[in-house]
């Protein structure tokens, strides 16, 4: 046995070194020890960082969508009565100016109506991913808006008459980003599946955090 004290031979049975007088018994029991080292703060932080980073899940879309034309079927209904009293005030009214009037409003009504279902078509995308919520938005310019799910507060959704029926609606999400605290999407189709999607991911998100701050 070598003395690590003073690099000393000693016989395999001593106690002590013959030379310096180390407990060579005390230094055995050491060296084979099999207890590890109790981990400091700092240890236990990058341990708990490594493991949640080997079982971290990759992130993946859960949904996408945009505005739906369903959405808009009560302006086209109203546009369509709009345009059948137009035509027949201009027959009741035996004035050519009726006819020029009826000629001048109705393109325009159903033009604008147009222009605003395209305007929503592609000013607005939204895409939901297992860690945030997405929603570019604009033509000419873009804007690429993100919330993070554990953001997100509250999830909730509206329908008028018919949107019911068409099974379209309105989203709010209420969230601590300061960017987008109040965000209403309108025209959302399969509004309560795609509502309780959302609440559901954010629930999720927030049950991982949670275990995260747990572990650290």
Not at 44 to 61: F, K, Y
Not at 181 to 209: F, T
């Amino acid at each position: 046995m070598i003395c690590p004290n003073c690099s000393h031979e000693a016989p395999a049975d001593a106690a002590y070194c013959p030379k310096c007088g180390s407990n060579l018994a005390a230094t055995a029991e050491a060296a084979h020890s099999t207890e590890p080292a109790a981990q400091t703060p700092v240890e236990r932080l990058r341990a708990s960082q490594a493991a949640t980073a080997a079982h971290a899940e990759p992130e993946h879309d859960l949904w996408r969508g945009g505005y739906s034309p369903k959405a808009m079927y009560g302006s086209w209904l109203g546009a369509a009565l709009l345009t059948l009293a137009v035509v027949v005030l201009a027959i009741l009214v035996p004035n050519p100016v009726a006819w020029i009037v009826a000629a001048a409003v109705v393109p325009l009504i159903w033009l604008s109506l147009l222009l605003v279902l395209v305007y929503r078509k592609l000013s607005v995308e939204y895409t939901l991913t297992s860690q945030r919520f997405l929603h570019p938005h604009g033509i000419l310019r873009r804007v690429a808006n993100q919330i993070l799910l554990v953001d997100i507060d509250d999830v909730a959704y509206e329908q008028d008459f018919i949107q019911r029926f068409l099974n379209v609606g309105t989203i709010t999400l209420r969230s601590t980003d300061a960017s987008d605290p109040v965000l209403p999407m309108p025209g959302i189709d399969d509004v309560q599946r795609v509502a309780n999607l959302i609440d559901s991911a954010r629930r999720e998100e927030r049950r991982k955090r949670a275990i995260y701050m747990a572990n650290v």
